[in-house]
């Protein structure tokens, strides 16, 4: 009954809420994109909003049980810091503010309000403001909630990487069409922390609180908010999302490796927090490499009049079969040549009931591919290319 309590004023957390509504909008407005410029959704599910209930609720349990195994305590204070901060970012910037940004800003302002850290604490106790605490201990375990989240960010781009699928035209310096593809997800991942005392308790009388030696603790569901907003313009989507998912990995890595050495060496809270705005500085190096690395490729996603692109393909249709990768031209439908949306639709209507595609590839290679589709129904064949209405 307890646990069902703790897990109560979890979803009574404002940024649950404000997680689920922005994910809803990134969502609703990505299918209305879809449907408008290709004349239905390419996947109308809305499974950013799937991805944050059963995705936090899956990576919630695995990082709570570390979290638990590990005895991470972090203070209240920093809690109501960090919890303030990100609602602030969700509503006036969605994605504006990386999580990883707003969990660095939040031990900022935790170190500021600390009066044995900074003259500005100081001077607020001396005002009489409730100031808090600071310690080498907490910026540690503040060091590996920041691993957990990096963990959990590289899990989401490797699991979700379909997510970046959905193409967003773009005009070039020239006016001519090319293709964005967008990755937006964002997870409030519930991880179980020690909170030192009973202040959770003074409030709710009903909240376990449990005792390891001269100290008592209890348990509280942190709201952990990770995810991103990543774009590319040349690179295959999904090799992007897994190469940054990579990334992740390694400065996760290394953000455990340096928060084992802090606490054997008895490194001082302040450089412990110069510490993590290493880290975060170094995710910010990784995310400037991604884009540095898609802005000097030579291959765009763009408009051709040497066959029609292939611009996005929809689950569970018969493009599934035909082995295409997003950035593919298709120089012939049904061994006629074909250089727009229109021809390629009436070169499908020759064979109600089995298509064939000459294709070239990224690589350049030409390869011939074919599959049964749906009798009489050509447009549901899967294949999203340029419209030839848009402008």
């Given at each position: 009954?307890?646990?069902?309590?703790?897990?109560?004023?979890?979803?009574l957390?404002?940024?649950?809420?404000?997680?689920?509504?922005?994910?809803?909008?990134?969502?609703?407005?990505?299918?209305?994109?879809?449907?408008?410029?290709?004349?239905?959704?390419i996947?109308?599910?809305?499974?950013?909003?799937?991805?944050?209930?059963?995705?936090?609720?899956?990576?919630?349990?695995?990082?709570?049980?570390?979290?638990?195994?590990?005895?991470?305590?972090?203070?209240?204070?920093?809690?109501?810091?960090?919890?303030?901060?990100?609602?602030?970012?969700?509503?006036i910037?969605?994605?504006?503010?990386?999580?990883?940004?707003?969990?660095?800003?939040?031990?900022?302002?935790?170190?500021?309000?600390?009066?044995?850290?900074?003259?500005?604490?100081?001077a607020?106790?001396?005002?009489?403001?409730?100031?808090?605490?600071?310690?080498?201990g907490?910026?540690?375990?503040?060091?590996?909630?920041?691993?957990?989240?990096?963990?959990?960010?590289?899990?989401?781009?490797?699991?979700?990487?379909?997510?970046?699928?959905?193409?967003?035209?773009?005009?070039?310096?020239?006016?001519?069409?090319?293709?964005?593809?967008?990755?937006?997800?964002?997870?409030?991942?519930?991880?179980?922390?020690?909170?030192?005392?009973?202040?959770?308790?003074?409030?709710?009388?009903?909240?376990?609180?449990?005792?390891?030696?001269?100290?008592?603790?209890?348990?509280?569901?942190?709201?952990?908010?990770?995810?991103?907003?990543?774009?590319?313009?040349?690179?295959?989507?999904?090799?992007?999302?897994?190469?940054?998912?990579?990334?992740?990995?390694?400065?996760?890595?290394?953000?455990?490796?340096?928060?084992?050495?802090?606490?054997?060496?008895?490194?001082?809270?302040?450089?412990?927090?110069?510490?993590?705005?290493?880290?975060?500085?170094?995710?910010?190096?990784?995310?400037?490499?991604?884009?540095?690395?898609?802005?000097?490729?030579?291959?765009?996603?763009?408009?051709?009049?040497?066959?029609?692109?292939?611009?996005?393909?929809?689950?569970?249709?018969?493009?599934?079969?035909?082995?295409?990768?997003?950035?593919?031209?298709?120089?012939?439908?049904n061994?006629q040549?074909?250089?727009?949306?229109?021809?390629?639709y009436?070169?499908?209507?020759?064979?109600?009931?089995?298509?064939?595609?000459?294709?070239?590839?990224?690589?350049?290679?030409?390869?011939?591919?074919?599959?049964?589709?749906?009798?009489?129904?050509?447009?549901?064949?899967?294949?999203v290319?340029?419209?030839?209405?848009?402008?």
């Amino acid at each position: 009954m307890q646990v069902l309590k703790v897990f109560e004023l979890f979803l009574l957390q404002p940024l649950i809420w404000l997680g689920l509504l922005r994910s809803y909008l990134t969502a609703r407005q990505r299918v209305n994109y879809e449907r408008r410029h290709f004349r239905s959704a390419i996947d109308a599910r809305l499974v950013e909003v799937r991805h944050f209930i059963t995705g936090g609720v899956l990576l919630g349990i695995v990082t709570s049980l570390i979290s638990l195994a590990l005895g991470l305590v972090v203070s209240p204070g920093w809690v109501v810091i960090y919890e303030l901060l990100a609602a602030v970012s969700l509503i006036i910037v969605p994605f504006g503010l990386l999580p990883v940004t707003v969990f660095g800003l939040s031990w900022l302002v935790y170190w500021i309000y600390s009066p044995r850290m900074t003259m500005v604490g100081g001077a607020l106790q001396r005002a009489g403001v409730a100031t808090t605490t600071m310690n080498s201990g907490l910026l540690i375990n503040g060091l590996v909630l920041l691993a957990l989240g990096l963990a959990v960010t590289a899990v989401i781009l490797r699991r979700y990487d379909h997510l970046g699928n959905s193409p967003q035209l773009r005009p070039d310096q020239r006016g001519k069409r090319i293709v964005r593809y967008r990755w937006q997800q964002l997870l409030v991942v519930p991880v179980a922390v020690l909170i030192p005392g009973d202040w959770i308790q003074s409030t709710f009388s009903w909240w376990p609180v449990f005792s390891v030696g001269q100290r008592s603790f209890t348990v509280l569901l942190l709201p952990l908010l990770v995810g991103a907003s990543l774009q590319v313009y040349k690179q295959l989507p999904v090799n992007a999302w897994r190469r940054l998912s990579k990334r992740y990995v390694q400065v996760a890595v290394v953000t455990v490796v340096a928060a084992i050495v802090a606490k054997l060496a008895a490194v001082s809270p302040q450089w412990l927090l110069i510490l993590m705005a290493v880290m975060v500085v170094l995710i910010w190096g990784v995310l400037a490499a991604h884009h540095y690395y898609d802005r000097h490729l030579q291959f765009r996603f763009s408009d051709t009049d040497q066959g029609v692109r292939v611009i996005g393909l929809r689950p569970n249709t018969p493009a599934d079969k035909l082995n295409l990768q997003l950035g593919d031209v298709i120089v012939e439908c049904n061994r006629q040549p074909v250089h727009n949306e229109t021809e390629f639709y009436a070169a499908l209507l020759e064979s109600p009931t089995y298509v064939h595609l000459k294709v070239r590839n990224r690589q350049n290679e030409l390869i011939i591919t074919e599959t049964a589709i749906y009798n009489g129904a050509p447009h549901e064949l899967g294949i999203v290319l340029f419209n030839d209405q848009e402008v």
